[in-house]
């Protein structure tokens, strides 16, 4: 089968070669990849090779939409010529926190295409309980972009924030997945959206997403004028995976009281916090990180319904790997990159 294997080097080092091809073993499913999301993992590794986040040769890739191939001993639940949506990560499915559903705070978790192989090949093997069916009206392309980043910005706005009806909740980096995702979760719970984003074009599609008021975060005082956008009280919510100095800023854009959940760190700058304006002003802050493989379902749901809609900036055949990667760390795009066999 054919892979993008991948140890270390910048851009140039992702290259497609021939592995041998995979069989499921017990208890596992034999996925044929179609679709597979890129994230912000992937571009780190060819962008700070140094780094070596992966340890060793890795198939990368977490975001994962194909069809099964076949079934190992044991396997479950699927069928050949199913279609399939993989959930990004996997845990130990025994430890208190997978069984109340906490499945990203196992101490065993491990992300695909970091801890262990992805989908940037034509095969992958996954255990039957990380594959959710994928309904017919959602696309390979579509639901690869889904995972991850709707993962995420659900535990963040329903689990930790507890989003309420009529709230305002700053949503930081619209054209980020999370950012994308968060706007229309918030919607969806009947909160009022501001977000952030650095250009005109990325301002204009989070308000066709739902958002009420767009800033430029680019800006001196940004956080001044969310303050004044919501009602002179600021945010009582804010999403944040942005990390550096934009969290601090993000402290000074909240209402009395307002809580504030970190889920990633895209800045290169310093996490210098002013505890003072937490205590002054009774914030809440927390960070989070994935969420329960259940939150896939939920998600899935209101894709299939249209309430919720993930949004691809362009998709690239696996070919064109190093381009996808390189428009990536650009930092040009709008939402999801996908590549595709």
Not at 240 to 246: I, L, M, N, Q, R
Not at 284 to 302: A, D, I, P, Q, R
Request: hydrophobic fraction near 40%; aromatic fraction near 8%.
């Amino acid at each position: 089968m054919r892979a993008v294997v991948y140890e270390t080097g910048g851009v140039e080092a992702l290259q497609i070669q021939e592995i041998p091809d995979l069989q499921p073993g017990p208890g596992e499913v034999l996925v044929r990849v179609q679709a597979c999301a890129m994230n912000h993992l992937d571009v780190w590794a060819t962008k700070n090779p140094a780094e070596r986040r992966f340890g060793g040769p890795r198939i990368m890739g977490a975001d994962v939409a194909g069809v099964v191939e076949s079934l190992g001993p044991g396997a479950a639940g699927f069928s050949p010529g199913d279609r399939v949506l993989v959930s990004p990560g996997t845990s130990c499915r025994q430890c208190q926190r997978c069984q109340m559903g906490m499945h990203s705070d196992c101490t065993q978790y491990k992300l695909l295409g970091v801890g262990l192989d992805g989908g940037y090949s034509e095969l992958m093997r996954i255990p039957d309980t990380y594959l959710t069916h994928l309904p017919d009206n959602i696309s390979f392309e579509d639901g690869a972009s889904i995972p991850l980043v709707f993962i995420t910005a659900w535990r963040v706005l329903v689990e930790k924030a507890r989003v309420r009806p009529g709230e305002w909740v700053l949503v930081n980096a619209a054209g980020s997945g999370v950012g994308i995702a968060a706007i229309q979760i918030a919607r969806l719970f009947g909160a009022r959206v501001i977000t952030t984003a650095s250009t005109e074009v990325k301002r204009g599609k989070g308000l066709e997403l739902g958002a009420e008021w767009a800033v430029e975060y680019t800006q001196p005082g940004w956080p001044q004028e969310v303050v004044r956008l919501c009602d002179g009280r600021g945010a009582d919510a804010a999403i944040d995976s942005v990390g550096g100095d934009t969290l601090q800023k993000t402290l000074d854009a909240m209402a009395p009281g307002g809580r504030v959940v970190n889920c990633g760190n895209t800045s290169s700058g310093d996490w210098n916090l002013d505890l003072t304006t937490l205590r002054s002003r009774r914030l809440w802050l927390t960070s989070s990180f994935m969420g329960s493989n259940s939150y896939l379902h939920e998600v899935l749901k209101f894709v299939e319904t249209g309430q919720i809609k993930p949004v691809i900036h362009e998709v690239f055949p696996f070919e064109r790997v190093q381009e996808a990667h390189r428009a990536m760390i650009n930092r040009d795009n709008f939402g999801k990159i996908v590549l595709t066999w």
